[in-house]
């Protein structure tokens, strides 16, 4: 069982700066690459970012590109994420995800394990 806690969500302006932190932990654990996902209403779970825990390799979603950036602390399982430059249709719940398909799969379906969200509202 992984169990995922995020934290750093909140309401910024657009232009404004957020980050993003989620703490890993269970068994299995160690073979996992982490990332994040993000939900606005009435829109589909959609990838945005995530590592490699074996490499460091990073993905990133087409709209985030240059603004986020992810990074992995390995020795504390830690997942962050620097958003730079938000945008009002940044505002989402943002989730924590760790799988062994990971950075490799931006499909939620194939995500075995999933923070509780955390939000990020970002006014215009």
């Known amino acids: 069982q992984v169990q995922l806690v995020e934290s750093g969500g909140g309401l910024v302006q657009a232009g404004g700066s957020l980050r993003l932190s989620c703490a890993g932990s269970?068994?299995?654990?160690?073979?996992?690459?982490m990332g994040w996902f993000r939900q606005a209403p009435g829109k589909e779970r959609e990838f945005v970012a995530a590592v490699s825990r074996r490499d460091g390799t990073t993905r990133y979603a087409d709209s985030v590109k240059g603004r986020f950036t992810v990074s992995m602390d390995r020795a504390k399982n830690t997942v962050s994420l620097q958003m730079r430059s938000l945008k009002f249709e940044d505002t989402a719940v943002y989730y924590c995800a760790a799988d062994a398909n990971l950075p490799y799969t931006q499909s939620s379906e194939e995500i075995r394990s999933w923070g509780q969200g955390t939000q990020v509202t970002v006014a215009s």
């Open positions: 269970g068994r299995s654990f160690w073979n996992y690459g």
